[in-house]
T-cell receptor, first 112, second 114 residues
Framework: GAGVSQSPRYKVAKRGQDVALRCDPI?????LFWYQQALGQGPEFLTY????????KSGLPSDRFFAERPEGSVSTLKIQRTQQEDSAVYLC??????????FGQGTRLTVV | DQQVKQNSPSLSVQEGRISILNCDYT??????FLWYKKYPAEGPTFLIS?????DKNEDGRFTVFLNKSAKHLSLHIVPSQPGDSAVYFC?????????????FGQGTILTVHP
């Protein structure tokens, strides 16, 4: 596709359940970012990949959050033992090196 | 600690008039600033950017002004159109990091009335 694709668009998880969110970046984009956006707030940086290397994970809120990009293309954000405070929209973005990032539509996670 | 602040949660303007959205930042390491526009149920879309070596950047109806001494930037939309109605996010990037690692403000909801 032409843009950043995220799946699923919506996810409802029971508290304590593990979830996996997928991001397909724009073809050829070296850089990939994950953001978390709480209701009424701006996106907050979680982690950054350059190809398959995770260069920055300073924004991951706890060790329950884990991201990978094993082949330098598709990325997965995994949240273990979900909590209610994990409810948010998770945005993925991709870019060439040192260019503006293009965002996907996001995955809305609701933990009940 | 909110390093990028958009103090106006909402702004309402008449079609054809100017819209001015404001943003303040506190981190002196920020040297590249961007504005993103977001429609409901969509991801943010890049609108315009400015480097700290400039004080103005213009792209069609959109102009961004940067006042480094005041740590303030603004986005001007002239003339405003109903299709501009969206949430606008100011974002900042610190030198030496990828342009995609951004610190966002809380957003301003712009409504342009016909």
């Amino acid at each position: 596709g032409a843009g950043v694709s995220q799946s699923p668009r919506y996810k409802v998880a029971k508290r304590g359940q593990d979830v996996a969110l997928r991001c397909d970046p724009i073809s050829g984009h070296v850089s990939l970012f994950w953001y978390q956006q709480a209701l009424g707030q701006g996106p907050e940086f979680l982690t950054y990949f350059q190809n398959e290397a995770q260069l920055d994970k300073s924004g991951l809120p706890s060790d329950r959050f884990f991201a990978e990009r094993p082949e330098g293309s598709v990325s997965t954000l995994k949240i273990q033992r979900t909590q209610q405070e994990d409810s948010a929209v998770y945005l993925c973005a991709s870019s060439f090196l040192n260019t503006e990032a293009f965002f996907g539509q996001g995955t809305r996670l609701t933990v009940v | 600690d909110q390093q990028v602040k958009q103090n106006s949660p909402s702004l309402s303007v008449q079609e054809g008039r100017i819209s001015i959205l404001n943003c303040d930042y506190t981190n002196s390491m920020f040297d590249y600033f961007l504005w993103y526009k977001k429609y409901p149920a969509e991801g943010p879309t890049f609108l315009i950017s400015i480097s700290s070596i400039k004080d103005k950047n213009e792209d069609g109806r959109f102009t961004v002004f940067l006042n480094k001494s005041a740590k303030h930037l603004s986005l001007h939309i002239v003339p405003s159109q109903p299709g501009d109605s969206a949430v606008y996010f100011c974002a900042a990037n610190a030198g030496g990091t990828s342009y995609g690692k951004l610190t966002f403000g809380q957003g301003t909801i712009l409504t342009v009335h016909p």
